[in-house]
C-alpha cells in the first residue's frame, strides 16, 4: 500500500532482455492511470570462457586452436535466453570477430571455435554490449611460442635412444608440457632403408 503517496514494490522481477513500460491503475477507479517511461533492462554482465589447455599447461602454443564461450548473464548469472544484443571485442588477433550479433539458436550463449594467437603473447580479450559498453566481460590467454628440439648423438651400431625436447623462445624446457605428441622422420645420410623406429609410424608423447 501506499505510505506518504508512496508505493515501493521491492520483488519486482524481469528476467528477459528488452524494453518494458510499467502501467500503475486505481484498484477501484480503472480511469486513474500512470505510466512510467521505457525501462530498458541490460545483461548484468558477460561471462567469457575460454577452452583449457591440455594436461598442466596453463597455455597455448602459436597456432594451436581453443574455443571460447561468452554467455550474457542475469542477475543470477544465468544465460538470458532471449538476449540478441551486439557485442563488442576489444581485439581480433585471437580469430575473434570484431563485433557479434547474438541469434536466438545461441540462447544467451555462443561458442567461438578456431581460435588461436599467431605471436607470443599475453592477451586480454574484452567483451562489451554494443548499447551498454558498461555491461562487459573480459579472458585472458598466454600464447607461448616453442620449438622442438632432437638432440645430436653418436653411437655405435644399433638400437639408439634419442631425445627430443621442447622448448620456449629462450630455449628452455617446457617442463609443464606432459600432452605434446608427434612423428620422427629418420634420413639416412647413405639411403639403404636399414634404419627404422616406431616412432616413424605412432604418435610419442612428451
Not at 575460454?50 to 602454443?61: D, H
Not at 539458436?105 to 574484452?126: N, R
Not at 621442447?166 to 645420410?189: G, M, Q, R, W, Y
Amino acid at each position: 500500500g501506499l505510505t506518504l503517496g508512496v508505493a515501493t514494490i521491492s520483488d519486482f522481477i524481469y528476467n528477459k532482455w528488452g524494453a518494458i513500460a510499467i502501467t500503475a491503475t486505481d484498484s477501484t477507479d480503472n480511469t486513474k492511470t500512470g505510466a512510467s517511461s521505457t525501462i530498458t533492462f541490460y545483461p548484468k554482465d558477460f561471462a567469457f570462457l575460454l577452452s583449457t589447455p591440455p594436461s598442466a599447461r596453463t597455455f597455448y602454443y602459436v597456432n594451436e586452436a581453443f574455443s571460447g564461450v561468452l554467455t550474457a548473464r542475469d542477475h543470477n548469472n544465468t544465460a538470458i535466453a532471449n538476449y540478441a544484443g551486439t557485442v563488442n571485442f576489444s581485439d581480433t588477433s585471437l580469430g575473434l570477430p570484431s563485433s557479434y550479433i547474438f541469434t536466438t539458436a545461441d540462447a544467451g550463449a555462443h561458442t567461438f571455435t578456431a581460435l588461436s594467437g599467431t605471436t607470443e603473447a599475453a592477451k586480454s580479450v574484452s567483451a562489451s554490449d554494443s548499447a551498454s559498453t558498461a555491461v562487459a566481460g573480459s579472458a585472458s590467454a598466454t600464447i607461448k611460442k616453442a620449438s622442438i628440439k632432437v638432440i645430436s648423438a653418436t653411437s655405435p651400431v644399433g638400437t639408439k635412444e634419442i631425445t627430443v625436447q621442447i622448448l620456449d623462445s629462450s630455449e628452455k624446457i617446457i617442463a609443464s608440457d606432459n600432452s605434446t605428441t608427434f612423428l620422427v622422420t629418420l634420413t639416412e645420410a647413405v639411403a639403404d632403408s636399414s634404419s627404422s623406429s616406431t616412432a616413424t609410424s605412432t604418435s610419442i608423447k612428451v
